[in-house]
């Protein structure tokens, strides 16, 4: 018995702030905004995948972001990442302490952390 794969992560946003959001993560991001069952749609907030991963997005009455905790997003083409953000007026720093990997720190618009990276080949 054990887990068979991560279905997703819940980021916490605050009441109203599903345009951002899907601007961030559908616009910047490139990620698919999935429909929310009509029970759930009703809450608030949105959902989005790109290929296996998940981010859902929970309205939630005293937000305060996560600056520490955050989901990392395995990437290809990281630099085309780091281009859409920029373009988009997102913050990217870019981050070398993790061996075999390119990485950077970005943050969405309600100020939820977020670690996009891709491993490096070859070499």
């Known amino acids: 018995m054990g887990a068979a ?4 992560v819940q980021l916490a946003a605050p009441p109203g702030s599903e345009a951002a959001l899907r601007a961030f993560y559908a ?21 989005f995948r790109d290929g296996a991963a998940q981010l859902h997005l929970g309205v939630e009455e005293d937000f305060r972001p996560a600056r520490k905790a955050h989901p990392a997003l395995r990437v290809d083409g990281i630099d085309a990442y780091a281009a859409r953000l920029t373009a988009h007026g997102a913050d990217v720093t870019w981050d070398d302490a993790l061996p075999g990997h390119r990485r950077f720190y970005t943050h969405d618009p309600v100020g939820n952390r977020l670690e996009i990276l891709e491993p490096v080949t070859g070499g």
């Open 5 to 8: 794969a991560l279905d997703h």
């Open 27 to 47: 616009g910047a991001l490139g990620m698919t905004e999935v429909p929310k069952p009509p029970a759930l749609a009703a809450r608030g907030g949105c959902w």
